[in-house]
């Protein structure tokens, strides 16, 4: 039986490898992509335009578009669907 791959909470990048995490912390629930430099969970905001700027970047799609996939995608995040957090707020 295969090992479960495992995923950033809010963003759902896999985390393959120790510097994929959060500050390279294996026990961190978030990717690097998703936190500060002392590990606080950045704004939903945030990660939503770095997002859609990955989409724009790795398929070519024009921003809006991407913007629409990324919040539709955010928002079914672990991270997101929690009361008071980015899908109370967007």
Known sequence: MGKDCISC???????????????SDMNSSFCKHCVDDKGKLLDFEKILK???KFYVDSQGINLETATQMAKEMLLEMPVWKKPGRGNNNV
Do not use: K, V
Request: proline content about 6%; some cysteine; glycine content about 16%.
């Open 9 to 23: 909470g809010s963003c759902g990048m896999p985390l393959t490898q120790a510097e994929d995490f959060a500050l």
């Open 50 to 52: 770095g997002t859609a």
